[in-house]
Nanobody, 125 residues
Framework: QLQLVESGGGLVQPGGSLRLSCAAS????????IGWFRQAPGKEREGVSC????????NYADSVKGRFTISRDNAKNTVYLQMNSLKPEDTAIYYC??????????????????WGKGTLVTVSS
């Protein structure tokens, strides 16, 4: 069974950090571009960051540039999202998704094939 599983979410104070992980089972991520997306309460899902299969290309939403870093460890079949200087507006469910092509729409990964179930990030004092 092909699965993506996110982990690392939780409650953090403004200014704090979290590292999200996206682990694959049933397939290898080596040939997949991976995107992180988020959906806040009452809002549409938006792209946060994405990384090409080789790791050579990365994109970020303007709202997270300079604060978030996406990376991948293909040996561990895992992609990470390091989130620093978190703000209350970063509160959302974060999803990772995989695509077997590198395709972007407005700078964010598109044509995703597999999705995880999400992990909740809450930024609050």
């Amino acid at each position: 069974q092909l699965q993506l599983v996110e982990s690392g979410g939780g409650l953090v104070q403004p200014g704090g950090s979290l590292r999200l992980s996206c682990a694959a089972s049933g397939f290898t991520l080596d040939y997949y571009a991976i995107g992180w997306f988020r959906q806040a309460p009452g809002k549409e899902r938006e792209g946060v960051s994405c990384i090409s299969s080789s790791g050579g290309s990365t994109n970020y939403a303007d709202s997270v540039k300079g604060r978030f870093t996406i990376s991948r460890d293909n040996a561990k079949n895992t992609v990470y999202l390091q989130m620093n200087s978190l703000k209350p507006e970063d509160t959302a469910i974060y999803y990772c998704a995989a695509s077997n092509i590198w395709a972007t729409v407005q700078g964010m990964c598109a044509n995703m094939d597999y999705w995880g179930k999400g992990t909740l990030v809450t930024v609050s004092s």
